[in-house]
């Protein structure tokens, strides 16, 4: 249980930084429009539902959470097809922010930038936390992942991905 509150914990640490400088330090005071507020660009673009966000959009908070929860777990967990997955899903993301005219390709670049950096840290300091708590981890089968985490659960999580995949693509095509 010690080790779920951890990891937990960890994700919402993620989130905090991710989104807290995104949105609360950067945006302010850099002040770039997004494109569908941009005076220059918005009367160009075809905006879905009149969605245009905040005035601000530099850089992608989008991005950078959904990377840096990527990176955290990727590292976590360290399965080449889990890891495939959360960098694909964390890029549909970032491909979506671009094509609702919400971010510029150079926000999206410093958000991804700023989540992959800010996964990597908190992942050190789950490892330090980690190993206070458990001195002496070592897995050596081969139900487990290098950092103990059965197989079949992480098939499970990349079954749960794909079928929400298929259900959005599904629900997008029926009218």
Known sequence: ???????????????IISDGVADFIVKPLVGRFRPSNDPYVKYTLDIVKDLRGTQ?????????????????FSLLVRKRSFVIAMCTWSLVNCWTRM??????PGDILFGLLWGGLTGAFVYYVYIKSYL???PNFNYISSQYTSTGYTRI???????????????????????
């Open 1 to 15: 249980m010690r080790q779920i509150m951890l990891v937990v914990g960890c994700v919402i640490l993620c989130i």
């Open 56 to 72: 601000y959009g530099f850089f992608s908070a989008h991005a950078s959470n959904t990377f840096c929860i990527a990176m955290f």
């Open 153 to 175: 659960d992480m098939d499970v999580v990349l079954l749960v991905m794909v079928l929400t995949l298929l259900f959005a693509i599904i629900k997008a095509l029926i009218p």
């Open 99 to 104: 094509y609702l005219g919400l971010h510029y």
């Open 132 to 134: 206070r708590m458990y």
